[in-house]
């Protein structure tokens, strides 16, 4: 199935990389693009995107507020876009009030391109993602209310990976990209995407958010534990 993607950014530029990043891939395809809120609104109707990429600061209708009506626009109907936040700010405001407003994921700007390739095809199929270093000050912000079921079986679960896999689950968990594991770890960027691609095939994880919140559940990273 072809993934149908709208592109919302007030910069010209920005769309023609994404666009030029997505129709590499053979299953998706972009049908439209959009300078700002209004006219997101409108292509959204018109072209019945499955996914739409979103940009938050716009003139006139914010990614925010468009995004609003778009969720709430489509709910009555059989086609409900799902759209992606993908934004240079993280501002914590920003973060709640997207998803707040119904969208699926939210992803910075520079994430790496085979990511936010990923992360449409998550979207698309229903399930929501949310960039590791955002999921993990959510996670600080909201830990005591985190259930600690899963601490009994903990040390099992762990007890997959070598010991090298558990410190690249560690700098995950703490928000750190492939690149920052990487010169931390004194090892090529390759060697660091073999252990993550190993760290979530063992323990039965889709992404790397997943593995944040695993992080927190097992007790392998702790609220506010940076270093």
Do not use: C, W
């Not at 972009?30 to 716009?58: H, N, S, Y």
């Amino acid at each position: 199935m072809t993934i149908r993607v709208l592109l919302v950014d007030d910069q010209p530029l920005l769309r023609t990389g994404f666009r030029l990043i997505l129709e590499a891939e053979p299953d998706l395809t972009v049908v439209g693009q959009a300078g700002d809120g209004k006219d997101a609104m409108e292509q959204t109707r018109a072209l019945l995107p499955d996914v739409v990429l979103m940009d938050i600061r716009m003139p006139g209708i914010d990614g925010i507020e468009a995004t609003r009506r778009i969720v709430r626009e489509a709910a009555p109907t059989a086609h409900v876009p799902k759209v992606l936040v993908l934004t240079t700010f993280d501002l914590d405001e920003y973060i709640v009030e997207a998803l707040r407003s119904g969208a699926s994921g939210f992803l910075l700007k520079d994430v790496p391109p085979d990511e936010l390739v990923q992360a449409i095809r998550v979207v698309a199929a229903g399930d929501a993602i949310v960039a590791p270093s955002v999921t993990r000050r959510l996670l600080d912000r909201f830990a005591k209310r985190l259930p600690s079921a899963y601490e009994q079986a903990a040390p099992a679960r762990l007890d997959r990976l070598t010991e090298r896999e558990l410190e690249v689950l560690r700098l995950i968990a703490k928000g750190m990209s492939n690149a920052e594991i990487a010169a931390k770890l004194v090892v090529s960027e390759t060697t660091v995407k073999t252990h993550v691609g190993n760290v979530l095939t063992k323990l039965g994880l889709r992404d790397r958010v997943q593995a944040v919140v695993l992080a927190y559940e097992t007790g392998l990273i702790t609220p506010g534990a940076l270093s």
